[in-house]
């Protein structure tokens, strides 16, 4: 299983990105899909996730602003980023689940600043 991450860049504060993941490799269900960030000197964190029936999940400090959506016949997952801020700055990396086992994408950079 292959991902690949695009959309991630500059941003000033307030302003919006939208980050998109492509899985490939003959995949034949997808359980969940999500992405997690990474700062510099913190840990790993969740930002969302997202279900092949659609349900979403949420860390505290997004709600309100981020939005996650996939597309289960092309095996894509989208991450709507607004009212960006300066600590939304990290490394975004998308995942997913298949039969209990996770495959990461490369990771984007986010960076939110004046």
């Known amino acids: 299983v292959q991902l690949q991450a695009s959309g991630g860049g500059l941003v000033q504060p307030g302003g919006s990105l939208r980050l998109s993941c492509a899985a490939s490799?003959?995949?034949?269900?997808?359980?969940?899909m999500g992405w997690y960030r990474q700062a510099p000197g913190n840990q790993r964190e969740l930002v969302a996730t997202?279900?092949?029936?659609?349900?979403?999940n949420y860390a505290d400090s997004v709600k309100g602003r981020f939005t996650i959506s996939r597309d289960n016949a092309k095996n894509t997952v989208d991450l709507q980023m607004n009212s960006l801020k300066p600590e939304d700055t990290a490394i975004y990396y998308c995942?997913?689940?298949?039969?209990?086992?996770?495959?990461w994408g490369q990771g984007t950079l986010v960076t939110v600043s004046s």
């Open positions: 997202i279900t092949s029936g659609g349900s979403t």
């Open positions: 995942y997913v689940i298949i039969l209990g086992d996770y495959y």
């Open positions: 490799g003959g995949i034949f269900r997808i359980n969940y």
